[in-house]
């Protein structure tokens, strides 16, 4: 069984820079959340993906956004970056059944710092 | 809303010593109850977790108790070792909409000695 795996591992940008992060979820999960983590501080809900579709958000603003793919994947894009995007952009995936929730499972992180 | 107030660190033990880490919560209606643990340069893993009032949560010598009178679900391991230094963070999980988001804590770093 394959955990969660996300792409690149580190990214460095520069301020006003687009950028796409990805994350492949694990084996028989349909549903992937996307957490930042400033440094020192715990992660922070940016939003969820459910089939296909944004099902709940963080208080994040537009310029994140997300797209979740028919093998369950996943796109986190940050559109004019800001410095304060510097971050850890953690993938967790689980599966979800008849509107119950499952354990979410993290991928090591994407470290983006913006300069 | 929901949040998460954890015992601030950073925390530093010799080992075999005895480890607690607070955690209170404030959220609406019964939200499961997690702690993480994030080794350096890794993502967080799920060390254990409590559905229920009452329920206790256990793994790797850990335990924590899920107590909705106090809303508390501190943290604790009778005998820590070296390998256990990381950063633990407190999580709760409860309904937004349909969505099963995670709301954490900002992290408690343990540091033990040999």
């Known amino acids: 069984e394959t955990g969660v795996t996300q792409s690149p591992t580190h990214l460095i940008k520069t301020r006003g820079q687009q950028v796409t992060l990805r994350c492949s979820s694990q084996s028989g999960h349909n549903t992937v959340s996307w957490y930042q983590q400033a440094l020192g501080q715990g992660p922070q809900f940016i939003f969820q993906y459910y089939r296909e579709e944004e099902n709940g958000r963080g208080n994040f603003p537009p310029r994140f956004s997300g797209l979740q793919f028919p093998n369950y994947s996943s796109e986190l894009n940050v559109n004019a970056l800001e410095l304060d995007d510097s971050a850890l952009y953690l993938c967790?995936?689980?599966?979800?059944?008849?509107?119950?929730?499952?354990?979410?499972?993290f991928g090591p992180g994407t470290r983006l710092t913006v300069l | 809303g929901n949040s998460v107030t954890q015992m601030e660190g950073p925390v530093t033990l010799s080992e075999e010593a005895f480890l607690t880490i607070n955690c209170t919560y404030t959220?609406?209606?019964?939200?499961?109850l997690f702690w993480y643990v994030q080794y350096p340069g890794e993502g967080l893993q799920l060390l254990l977790k409590?559905?229920?009032?009452?329920d206790k949560g256990s793994n790797k010598g850990f335990e924590a108790t899920y107590r909705k009178e106090t809303t508390s679900f501190h943290l604790e391991k009778g005998s820590v070792q070296v390998s256990d230094s990381a950063v633990y963070f407190c999580?709760?999980?409860?309904?937004?909409?349909?969505?099963?988001?995670?709301?954490f804590g900002s992290g408690t770093q343990l540091t033990v000695l040999p």
């Open positions: 999580a709760l999980s409860g309904a937004s909409g349909s969505a099963r988001q995670l709301t």
């Open positions: 967790a995936s689980s599966l979800a059944v008849a509107g119950r929730y499952n354990e979410q499972f």
């Open positions: 409590a559905t229920k009032a009452d």
């Open positions: 959220a609406t209606g019964y939200p499961s």
